[in-house]
């Protein structure tokens, strides 16, 4: 057996038979993600497995958004669909990513005990109410993926900012977004609305660092936009080493993890970016062995 593919074999029976240990001792093959080398039966196997133990769903957001650092990037990772009128590209996708696809994939994985769950889970969280469709899709991080999340999670830039905290008060237009898309029918859709979201300052993050939490996921709020509030999705790592930050960026052409103090040094340096809106798991949730079926979402909204 080659010698890439006998690493590859002991890579996934650590996965599958420990399910939280570090698997940094084996490599697979460069630009390729843990998570892409494994069938849904396998992925099935591991979430059965890590939603036995005492895990959080934060500490599952570690480990899971850990499994898809290498990933390629790519902006049409997803669509609604091959049914679709439309975006018709996958449902999911393991193979390639981008910054909200790859937060809605982690935290879908991070709240569900099985493969079938996992997949409905990713639509309810990437939908209004779980209808797939164009329309129904949560396209705005900050105007309509984080309030149809609330069940989920909530904007908690005050009780980290404190003091440092900002506000940001922008006009959204789904009919502007739809039209530059070339949907005329524009029925069903939300209408225009000005929205008011909390935020912390860029040269203020150095002086709350203390206050992020495992698990955090984050906006990069633009500086110089006036019809949009987020340009990028990341998450927060906390664990004994410090802070990391995990993204998948077209920066670089794929997914990847960057020490905080690196991050952020680099981030403040640009005039785009205003600052950090930061979203977390809701703390009656985020339990040892919680996880969240499908079904119960909609009772929880």
Known sequence: MPHKK?????????????????????????????????????????????????????????YYSRLFLGMPYSWTATGDGEWALLENQPLYNLDSTNCMVYCEHVLALSISDSWDNFFNNL??????????????RNHYTMADWLPENRWLLSNVSRKVGGRNTRTLTRKISHKAFFRDKGIRDLRYIKPDRTLSVDYIPLKDLNTVED?????????????????????HMLIMIKNEKGLFI??????QWTTFETPWKTWLEKIQKSPHYAGLAVMRVHAKLNKPGRIILPWEIHSMK
């Open 211 to 231: 206050r992020f939490q495992n698990g955090d996921i984050l906006a990069l709020l633009s500086a110089n936009k006036d019809n949009i509030f987020s340009a």
């Open 6 to 62: 006998i690493i590859r074999v002991i890579t996934l029976y650590i996965l599958l038979t420990f399910p939280f240990i570090s698997v940094q001792g084996g490599k697979i093959p460069e630009n390729t993600a843990v998570i892409s080398t494994l069938s849904h039966v396998q992925i099935d196997s591991m979430l059965q497995q890590n939603a036995s133990g005492n895990a959080t769903i934060t500490d599952r957001i570690a």
């Open 246 to 251: 995990r993204e998948a960026s077209n920066s």
């Open 123 to 136: 639509q309810q969280i990437r939908y209004q109410d779980g209808i797939m469709g164009m329309r129904t």
